[in-house]
């Protein structure tokens, strides 16, 4: 149901303004006093360099605006530093309200909140107190977890949407394709094999059911999920951090769109925002926060999630890549194993029929089906007459089933099919 999810999320949500509000209310007041000290810092340099430009030109400090001037260059200056308007005027003493820039403003507390419980880096706001450090550590404890916990269920449901349309665009292609007859034909035989390997399987784990009633049945396991290549998950996050890029620019970012695509890279990659928009009353600002700081940590586990199981499939490959790699280098020594295997077989067939003149490939698999006892025989015939023969080699990794996947009906079939092999077994003069 929909209703866990959406009660975590009002949570973090409601986390998050209390947090917000937490920090503003504590760490405002000596915010303040900080930017009062600090302007009257400034106020005594600006007094000290005019007092010692008077002094250094004694004729043009006669000119009445003369120290009106020197603080405005040196507004100017402060101006730069700053980074907004910054105008200090040498005669009124009572515009401490218009130079303040206080720093736990709604827009900046919320920020703050966010980059700690994103795990991001908000420089502009920081708690100076010690009531506020502390508040900070225990509000990252608690709010960490969830957070992480939230991008995890967002990248699940964001990278089955994905696989979903990934799949329906898969399925529209390959009927296009299809239609104008360019489809694959190793693609389709691989299907196929697949198809019927799975059918097989199938039909056994019935059987092996049916021959033990008293045994509990246990549900079925879901099917492999599907993968995404990781080409088009690649694609996904460099599509995203454009967007983030063209988002960014219509902020108020001052930066190019390599720059700007660089900054959304840097923020969804390395969690940082240290470079955000400064216009936080812009709208576009706002939304690039909600969507490339909120949202970018779940399209990085999305990401993360997806690639997961194909560079598993890929790691798997490399795994069995020797096998290949020898059974090219020796192919030829490969090939007069299976011939040899091959006449043994065609030598019982003729002793068990004498009377056959010819024996076609037909004859071959029904003999082989006799043996073995139905559908089970092309493994109990590899795994009890044919013991000289070469390793298997997958060509598929998904028709694999490795040890830890083994279940109770695995297990019983293996000992059944060896039960009713030794039982209905003909003996045959000839060890193939």
Known sequence: ????????????????????????????????????????????AYRKIAVAASEACPLSARNPHFRSRIYTSLSKLSSLMEG????????DESQNKELFSPRWTTMSSILYALS?????????????TLLGQWVAIGYGLLGIPLMVLAAV???????????????????MWERLMRACGCAEK?????????TKAIQVQSHTLRRSTK???????RPEKPRPAKRLPLSVNAS????????????????????????????????????????????????????????????????????????????KSLFLKIHYFGRKIDWRRNKKEQLEVEVREMLKII???????????????????????????????????IKHERRDTIAFMPQTIEALKFADEMDLDDNSHRSTSRIEYEVYREPSPVDI
């Open 1 to 44: 149901m929909a209703l866990p999810h959406v009660g975590l999320y009002f949570f973090l949500f409601l986390y998050l303004l209390g947090g917000a509000w937490t920090f503003a209310r504590i760490e405002d007041t000596a915010d303040r006093a900080h930017q009062f000290e600090k302007l009257e810092r400034v106020r005594k």
């Open 84 to 91: 907004r308007e910054f105008l200090l005027n040498a005669d």
């Open 116 to 128: 700690i419980l994103t795990t991001t880096g908000y420089a502009y706001a920081t708690p100076s």
């Open 153 to 171: 269920d967002i990248g699940r449901f964001l990278s089955d949407v994905v696989i979903t349309t990934y799949g329906r665009y898969r399925k």
């Open 186 to 194: 190793k693609r389709q035989i691989v299907e196929l094999v697949e």
């Open 211 to 217: 021959s033990s009633k008293n045994r509990p049945k």
């Open 236 to 311: 996904i996050l460099l599509i995203f951090c454009m967007l983030g890029g063209l988002v960014y620019i219509g902020a108020g970012g001052q930066k190019t769109f390599i720059e700007a695509f660089f900054v959304t890279f840097n923020l969804v990659a390395n969690l940082t925002m240290a470079e955000m928009p400064n216009d936080l009353n812009h709208v576009l600002t706002l939304f690039y926060i909600l969507i490339f700081v909120t949202f970018g940590l779940a399209v990085l586990s999305m990401c993360g999630e997806l690639a997961a199981s194909e560079l």
């Open 347 to 381: 030598e019982a067939i003729r002793k068990r029929h004498p009377e056959k003149g010819k024996i076609s490939s037909a004859d071959i698999l029904q003999y082989i089906h006799e043996m073995n006892g139905g559908a089970r025989g092309s493994i109990v015939c």
